[in-house]
């Protein structure tokens, strides 16, 4: 059971974000030899590219988590190639809309933003839970949130509880086949490997869940 945690300041939760880039720029190699194996070999790059430039230009300091999110929307839609810019720009805009400019995040808010996330990647996109994308990540990773609070859990149990989400839902992939993009042209050649989003998907979130559990009030 929770108790005790109560608000992060949306001051300052940038640092979340830049936290985020530092994990995906590391992982620049990895995601690429991932994407290489059934996909364009180029999501590593392309993805450190976009959170790498964002860093540059988010004040991690003082600014909001929102704003930070809104710049990195921006790069990802209009600054990177490849078919992950656009699904991973929306999700970051409509997380940044769900905080609105909230003095205060709450594990409630959260939850909102991390939702409204995988609605604005649903809204663009056919894919479903099973088809070897991000979202095989990122469902999981939102209902595991949602049914942690659901059960009464306390926000760090909530962002532990989503994090194990996130990495069984991109452990799944490995034996799923490709439904859509490139990699679903190899048919059965595409299992046995992790789908590239997934994977970045489950990093994002992973170092979400590590920022945001650091800087919350115990």
């Known amino acids: 059971m ?10 300052g939760a ?5 936290e985020v880039a530092d994990v995906i720029v590391a992982n620049k190699a ?17 993805m450190a590219k976009g959170f790498g430039r964002a860093k540059d230009r988010i004040d991690g300091a003082s600014g909001t988590l929102d704003s930070a999110m809104r710049t990195l929307s921006d790069i990802l839609m209009s600054e990177i190639g490849g078919s992950m810019g656009p699904l991973y720009g929306m999700m970051f805009s409509d997380m940044a809309d769900a905080l609105d400019g909230a003095a205060e995040i709450d594990a409630a808010l959260f939850g909102r933003m991390i939702r409204a996330g995988l609605e604005g990647v649903q809204a663009i996109g056919s894919a479903r839970v099973g088809d070897k994308t991000l979202l ?4 999981p990773a ?3 949130y949602e049914a942690a609070l659901a059960d009464g859990d306390g926000w760090p149990q909530a962002l532990g509880r989503m994090k194990a989400a996130a990495e069984a839902g991109r452990d799944s992939t490995r034996d799923m ?8 042209r190899l048919g059965e050649r595409s299992r046995g490997v992790l ?16 920022g945001t559990d650091r800087r919350i009030a115990r």
Do not use: P, Q, W
């Not at 990895?30 to 392309?46: A, M, P, Q």
């Not at 789908?195 to 590590?210: R, V």
């Open 136 to 139: 095989d990540t990122l469902v």
């Open 177 to 184: 086949v490709a439904k859509m993009g490139r990699s679903s």
């Open 30 to 46: 990895y995601l690429s030899e991932i994407d290489g194996k059934i996909g364009d070999g180029d999501h590593g790059f392309n």
């Open 195 to 210: 789908d590239a989003g997934a994977t970045s998907c489950c990093l994002i979130l992973a170092a979400f869940a590590d």
């Open 2 to 11: 929770g108790g005790g945690v109560t608000t992060l300041k949306n001051a």
């Open 14 to 18: 940038a640092g979340i974000l830049c």
């Open 142 to 144: 939102v209902e595991t």
